[in-house]
């Protein structure tokens, strides 16, 4: 791709631009709402994940909750200890489709 990022808008690009999405006459305007719906109802899904729940796509990947522990912390300018409380993280993990196109590009 020679870029370091690629945004929404270039993946609404690459969607559009698909020979299988003009047969159909579908508009760039309806492929970005179809792309944003998408996000957004992905995050909603990932907000709602209890801890052990997880969202699988296969041959894409696995969206989930990892539970972080409380801990101590320490500011590196003063040295002194900070309390970090326990929190929710969202993760990715690739899956095996996905591992695979990348190890034979």
């Given at each position: 791709?020679?870029?370091?990022?690629?945004?929404?808008?270039?993946?609404?690009?690459?969607?559009?631009?698909?020979?299988?999405?003009?047969e159909y006459g579908?508009?760039?305007?309806?492929?970005?709402?179809?792309?944003?719906?998408?996000?957004?109802?992905?995050?909603?899904?990932?907000?709602k994940l209890d801890?052990?729940?997880?969202?699988?796509?296969?041959?894409?990947?696995?969206?989930?909750?990892?539970?972080?522990?409380?801990?101590?912390?320490?500011?590196?300018?003063?040295?002194?200890?900070?309390?970090?409380?326990?929190?929710?993280?969202?993760?990715?993990?690739?899956?095996?489709?996905?591992?695979?196109?990348?190890?034979?590009?």
């Amino acid at each position: 791709m020679g870029r370091s990022k690629l945004t929404k808008s270039d993946i609404v690009d690459i969607v559009f631009e698909d020979n299988d999405i003009r047969e159909y006459g579908v508009s760039r305007r309806e492929v970005s709402l179809v792309v944003s719906k998408f996000i957004e109802k992905l995050r909603e899904s990932i907000e709602k994940l209890d801890d052990e729940d997880r969202i699988e796509l296969r041959g894409f990947g696995t969206f989930g909750i990892k539970k972080r522990r409380a801990r101590v912390a320490r500011n590196p300018k003063t040295g002194q200890q900070v309390d970090v409380p326990e929190r929710k993280s969202p993760y990715f993990k690739a899956g095996r489709d996905m591992k695979q196109s990348i190890l034979h590009n």
